[in-house]
């Protein structure tokens, strides 16, 4: 069963920032400007350096995607 928090651990901040500023810019976010509100599994995402699973919200939506963040701060690779 999932776990969902409403807050995004500290270690994990940076790659969920470049995932949210990736989705923002595709056609999926519909000009809306998103934010994490939530992580599934957030000890999962922990362990995984890859995978994360977010709740976003922006506009008049709230929705869940899942991302593959790969790289560092000077240069991730998003999916």
Request: charged share 30%; proline share 4%.
């Amino acid at each position: 069963m999932a776990t969902v928090s409403e807050s995004i651990p500290e270690a994990l901040r940076p790659r969920v920032d470049a995932a949210v500023a990736w989705f923002n810019k595709t056609d999926d976010a519909a000009g809306d400007e998103f934010k994490a509100t939530g992580i599934l599994n957030p000890d999962d995402a922990l362990i995984n350096d890859e995978k994360l699973h977010l709740v976003i919200c922006g506009g008049d939506r709230c929705e869940q995607h899942s991302f593959w963040v790969r790289g560092g701060s000077e240069n991730w690779d998003v999916g």
